[in-house]
């Protein structure tokens, strides 16, 4: 059985830090592009960061949504089947579920973790 297990999620006031994690399993987690999606209220779930499964000379493939570059980082560890999303200097804007993806390229399947609540406030 496929499991994508989000955790981290809380409270974290703005310009403070956070750090989701994600867990996979019943799946070859290192053939997979792991992703972060995130999903505020009102509003369509939209990608923050992507991790592909592929490496370049600099390290592997990551792309950011333009609103969280230079402030979110994504990682994973592929012995742990983890994902994980280092979130810093938060802004309130940044509140949401936040949900992790699996999708494995090309085409082929995807998977949803059922996501972690984000709260941003002072």
């Known amino acids: 059985q496929v499991q994508l297990v989000e955790s981290g999620g809380g409270l974290v006031q703005p310009g403070g830090s956070l750090r989701l994690s994600c867990v996979g399993s019943?799946?070859?987690?290192?053939?997979?592009?792991m992703s972060w999606y995130r999903q505020a209220p009102g509003k369509e779930r939209e990608l923050v960061a992507l991790?592909?499964?592929?490496?370049?000379?600099?390290?592997?493939?990551?792309r950011y949504a333009d609103s969280v570059k230079g402030r979110f980082t994504i990682s994973r560890d592929d012995v742990r089947n983890s994902v994980y999303l280092d979130m810093n200097s938060v802004k309130p804007e940044d509140a949401a579920v936040y949900y992790c993806?699996?999708?494995?390229?090309?085409?082929?399947?995807?998977?949803w973790g059922q996501g972690t609540q984000a709260t941003v406030s002072s």
């Open positions: 991790i592909r499964t592929q490496f370049t000379t600099t390290g592997r493939i990551t």
């Open positions: 993806k699996a999708e494995q390229p090309p085409f082929g399947a995807i998977y």
């Open positions: 019943g799946f070859t987690f290192s053939r997979y592009d």
